[in-house]
């Protein structure tokens, strides 16, 4: 995991026509409106869980994955202290004012890809603690993010990828305790 700058993260997100807003949220480049589906999950532990891991295969990610968090999100000391076991190193700190934007891509030392446990644990996480992030990947479509607000989340992007939503969520209605 590596923290980026604003800049940086403009520049990652260029080829993906999406940018970082005035509440560092991730926005498309222009204002045009975005298909997207908003599903609000149960608050049961187990199948926030599973959920979690069916809202990651949508995303589907590869190459590198961007975790950003907007200004709306300020973590309590606990949250704050659980979230850097989970995204940093022993010992390290997180400056909330000064970073807001996390890149797995597994180039950090001892790392070998993207470790979708981790990034399950992180959308679990977020969505229990209602925090504001968004997700999004080197090999995702136009336009295509995920956004996790208020415990609900947004799919965003084509209405193919939209209609893929769907099915997942379908599917996860069907068994909500299982993944498959």
Known sequence: MRMLSHIEVDEL??????????????????????????????????????????????????????????????????????????VFSAGQRWDIDARRSFLFDGTSEGESGIDRHQLVLLIFFSLMFEWHVYLTCKNAGPGQRLGLQDGMIYFIG???????????????????????
Do not use: M
């Open 158 to 180: 084509s209405s193919k990828l939209i209609d893929a939503a769907e099915v997942i969520l379908r599917r996860f209605a069907k068994h909500p305790q299982q993944h498959s």
């Open 13 to 86: 997100l260029r080829p993906l026509n999406l940018r970082i807003g005035e509440w560092n949220e991730l926005n498309k480049l222009k204002s045009d409106d975005v298909p997207y589906k908003v599903y609000h999950p149960s608050r049961d532990a187990r199948e926030l869980y599973v959920l979690a891991r069916c809202v990651l295969d949508w995303l589907a990610p590869e190459g590198w994955v961007l975790l950003q968090i907007d200004n709306s999100t300020w973590p309590s000391d606990d949250e704050t202290g659980v979230f850097e076991r989970l």
